[in-house]
């Protein structure tokens, strides 16, 4: 069972339009939700986080909302560029028992940019 | 600045075969962090160290092992190769300044199993 639930899967949007992808989770233990950015044949790479005693953090084009009672989270990403076409994954972090935190992806949004 | 590296960045093997994937964390990160991706999947957690000591366990197939050694890099071992293997096996490090820290993952080992 999908711990983070992420929608759509996949998702076009016109240069200068705003994309949007949302995410969902059920444990309450998950304390920091990241967003990576993937392109293909490349590593994960964090693109931004948030707390979720914090229901909107902004950085540049990228923001992200959290509605913590609903236990969904979103990522915005205005006036969208051909150059942020890649894989989005929203992801959870999770304190596990061992210490470490093991991070829990979504399944992941294929966002295109078209010109 | 320094990046987590990963080899061999490509590895094809035949099913049974025997494969060792290396990752060389961050300087002065203390933490490793192995995640499988088949294609179009999210990563899935593998098994993680923290001070060369095993922190966490995830899906890990018991033909696979892995260690960190003393200079932090840490290796996965995977053994009987299987045709489900074939992946892309991400390493990521993170130090330990405070909770959240950021994961930075390494390019990648995409193993082929034939």
């Known amino acids: 069972q999908q711990q983070v639930k992420q929608s759509p899967q996949s998702l076009i949007v016109q240069k200068g339009g705003i994309s949007i992808i949302n995410c969902a989770y059920e444990?309450?233990?998950?304390?920091?939700f990241p967003w990576y950015q993937q392109f293909p044949g490349k590593g994960p790479a964090l693109l931004i986080a948030?707390?979720?005693?914090?229901s909107e953090k902004k950085e540049g084009r990228f923001t992200i909302s959290f509605n913590k009672s609903a236990k969904q989270f979103s990522l915005h990403i205005m006036d969208s560029q051909p150059g942020d076409s890649a894989t989005y994954f929203c992801?959870?972090?999770?304190?596990?028992?061992?210490?470490?935190?093991?991070?829990?992806f979504g399944k992941g949004t294929k966002l295109t940019v078209n010109p | 600045a320094a990046g987590v590296i990963q080899s061999p960045r490509h590895l094809i093997k035949e099913k049974r075969e025997t494969a060792t994937l290396k990752c060389y964390p961050i300087?002065?990160?203390?933490?490793v962090y192995w995640y499988q991706q088949g294609p179009g999947q999210d990563p899935q957690f593998l098994i993680s160290?923290?001070?060369?000591?095993?922190?966490d366990k995830g899906s890990i197939p018991d033909r696979f092992s892995a260690q960190q050694f003393s200079d932090y890099h840490s290796e996965l071992n995977m053994s009987s190769l299987e045709l489900g293997d074939s992946a892309l096996y991400f390493c990521?490090?993170?130090?330990?300044?405070?909770?959240?820290?950021?994961?930075?993952f390494g390019p990648g080992t995409r193993l082929t199993v034939l």
């Open positions: 990521a490090s993170s130090g330990t300044s405070g909770r959240g820290d950021e994961q930075f």
């Open positions: 444990n309450t233990a998950f304390d920091y």
């Open positions: 948030i707390r979720p005693d914090v």
């Open positions: 992801a959870a972090i999770l304190l596990t028992q061992g210490g470490s935190e093991k991070l829990v």
């Open positions: 300087p002065r990160h203390d933490t």
């Open positions: 160290f923290y001070e060369k000591m095993q922190s």
